[in-house]
C-alpha cells in the first residue's frame, strides 16, 4: 500500500464559493440566535450518525422535560417524515426540514423551519441535524449547544476519526452501552479518545432505548 495518502488540497474550484456560504450560513445563524433570545428561548443542536439513537434520545429528553418547560423540536431529515412523527407522538409542536440530497442543516432551513414555530411560546428548541459526523460540522445554526452522539455499534474509532465533529460540542454522549460487550467496544475507551479529541468535553454513556442515562444528558446540559 502506498503509505502516504491522498490529500486535499487547496487547488479546488470552488474554494471561493464555499467560503461565501460558510459565511452567509454563519450570519444567518447569528440572526437565528438573536431572534430565539428575545423570545428567551435556547436551543440545542443534536447531532450523530444515522441510527446512533439521535431520536431515540430527544424522544426520552423530552418525556422528561415537557411538563416543566415547553419544547419544540426540529427534525431535519432527507426525505421522510418517520423521525418527526415519532417525537411528535410526545405531544410537542415538531417542525420536519427536508433537506433533500444534503447531508446537513442549514442556518437558512432553520430559519424558515422557526417561523413555524411561536417563538413566544417556546423554551427549549432541539434541533436534530442530518444523520452524519462530517458535514453538519461546519454549519452553525444558531444553536446555543451542541450535543454530539456517537454509538457503540459504529466500533471502537469514532471519535478518532471525526475528530472535528466535536470542536464545538459542549456533550457527547455514548449510546447503546447494552451493545458494548457484543461489539467488543470499550465504553471506557471511547469515553478517553472523546476526552482527547475534545478536552473538557462532558461524556454521558446512555441506553437510550430504555431511558438509561437521559437525566444525565440533561444535567451535563444544565436542563
Ligand atoms: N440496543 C439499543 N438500541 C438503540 C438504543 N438507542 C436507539 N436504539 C435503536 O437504534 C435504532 C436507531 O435509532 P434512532 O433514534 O432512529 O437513530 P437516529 O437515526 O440517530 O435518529 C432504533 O431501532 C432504536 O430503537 C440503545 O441505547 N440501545
Ligand atoms: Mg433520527
Same mark, same amino acid.
Given at each position: 500500500?502506498?503509505?502516504?495518502?491522498?490529500?486535499?488540497?487547496?487547488?479546488?474550484?470552488?474554494?471561493?464559493?464555499?467560503?461565501?456560504?460558510?459565511?452567509?450560513?454563519?450570519?444567518?445563524?447569528?440572526?437565528?440566535?438573536?431572534?430565539?433570545?428575545?423570545?428567551?428561548?435556547?436551543?440545542?443542536?443534536?447531532?450523530?450518525?444515522?441510527?446512533?439513537?439521535?431520536?431515540?434520545?430527544?424522544?426520552?429528553?423530552?418525556?422528561?422535560?415537557?411538563?416543566?418547560?415547553?419544547?419544540?423540536?426540529?427534525?431535519?431529515?432527507?426525505?421522510?417524515?418517520?423521525?418527526?412523527? &415519532?417525537?411528535?407522538?410526545? /405531544?410537542?409542536? *415538531? %417542525?420536519?426540514?427536508?433537506?433533500?440530497?444534503?447531508?446537513?442543516? #442549514?442556518?437558512? +432551513?432553520?430559519?424558515?423551519?422557526?417561523?413555524?414555530?411561536?417563538?413566544?411560546?417556546?423554551?427549549?428548541?432541539?434541533?436534530?441535524?442530518?444523520?452524519?459526523?462530517?458535514?453538519?460540522?461546519?454549519?452553525?445554526?444558531?444553536?446555543?449547544?451542541?450535543?454530539?452522539?456517537?454509538?457503540?455499534?459504529?466500533?471502537?474509532?469514532?471519535?478518532?476519526?471525526?475528530?472535528?465533529?466535536?470542536?464545538?460540542?459542549?456533550?457527547?454522549?455514548?449510546?447503546?452501552?447494552?451493545?458494548?460487550?457484543?461489539?467488543?467496544?470499550?465504553?471506557?475507551?471511547?469515553?478517553?479518545?472523546? &476526552?482527547?479529541?475534545?478536552? /473538557?468535553?462532558? *461524556? %454521558?454513556?446512555?441506553?437510550?432505548?430504555?431511558?438509561?442515562?437521559? #437525566?444525565?444528558? +440533561?444535567?451535563?446540559?444544565?436542563?
Amino acid at each position: 500500500m502506498r503509505k502516504e495518502p491522498i490529500v486535499e488540497t487547496e487547488e479546488i474550484f470552488d474554494i471561493e464559493l464555499e467560503e461565501d456560504l460558510l459565511n452567509r450560513n454563519r450570519e444567518l445563524a447569528e440572526g437565528n440566535h438573536k431572534a430565539m433570545h428575545e423570545h428567551g428561548v435556547r436551543a440545542l443542536d443534536v447531532l450523530g450518525s444515522i441510527g446512533s439513537g439521535k431520536t431515540t434520545l430527544i424522544t426520552e429528553m423530552v418525556k422528561r422535560l415537557r411538563d416543566r418547560m415547553n419544547v419544540a423540536v426540529l427534525a431535519g431529515d432527507l426525505t421522510t417524515m418517520i423521525d418527526a412523527e &415519532r417525537i411528535e407522538e410526545q /405531544g410537542v409542536p *415538531v %417542525v420536519q426540514i427536508h433537506t433533500g440530497k444534503e447531508c446537513h442543516l #442549514d442556518a437558512n +432551513l432553520v430559519h424558515k423551519a422557526l417561523a413555524e414555530l411561536d417563538l413566544a411560546s417556546v423554551d427549549l428548541v432541539i434541533i436534530e441535524n442530518v444523520g452524519n459526523l462530517i458535514c453538519p460540522g461546519e454549519f452553525p445554526l444558531g444553536a446555543d449547544q451542541r450535543l454530539v452522539m456517537v454509538s457503540v455499534t459504529e466500533g471502537p474509532y469514532t471519535a478518532l476519526k471525526h475528530p472535528y465533529i466535536f470542536a464545538d460540542a459542549e456533550v457527547a454522549v455514548i449510546n447503546k452501552v447494552d451493545l458494548a460487550e457484543a461489539m467488543e467496544v470499550s465504553v471506557d475507551g471511547l469515553a478517553e479518545d472523546l &476526552r482527547k479529541v475534545k478536552p /473538557g468535553i462532558k *461524556v %454521558v454513556p446512555t441506553n437510550a432505548r430504555e431511558g438509561e442515562g437521559v #437525566d444525565e444528558v +440533561l444535567r451535563a446540559l444544565g436542563l
